[in-house]
């Protein structure tokens, strides 16, 4: 079984085709449709479309990663700058970070 959905994010619709042998069945209740392939659940908001994943959790949209992403490179960065730190004191204690 194959499925089209179709999202225009200008006007915020949805419409969703269902295979059914030869031909395609217009999803006459795209709210909440759950799709059979792929087990994604497709929810209409007033001005956007959200995705859950199968397990509930709705996906993450392109500008939310991107949001995430630069977090975790702060995170990042911040904590080579605390082992960075940690290093410098343990060398002054006569320490060598690299033999332990």
Request: glycine fraction near 8%; charge should be negative; hydrophobic fraction near 40%.
């Given at each position: 079984m194959a499925?089209?959905?179709i999202y225009d994010p200008d006007s915020n619709e949805l419409t969703g085709f269902e295979r059914s042998g030869k031909s395609?069945?217009?999803v006459s209740k795209i709210q909440g449709?759950?799709?059979?392939?792929?087990?994604?659940?497709?929810?209409l908001m007033s001005e956007s479309l959200e995705i859950y994943r199968p397990d509930g959790e709705r996906f993450l949209t392109y500008v939310e990663l991107g949001e995430q992403l630069?977090?975790?490179?702060?995170?990042r960065q911040?904590?080579?700058q605390r082992?960075?730190?940690l290093e410098?004191?343990?060398?002054?204690?006569?320490?060598?970070?690299?033999s332990l």
């Open positions: 499925e089209y959905d395609l069945g217009l449709w759950v799709s059979p392939q792929l087990g994604i659940r497709f929810e630069a977090a975790e490179r702060e995170l911040a904590d080579r082992i960075q730190t410098e004191k343990l060398r002054e204690l006569g320490i060598n970070p690299d």
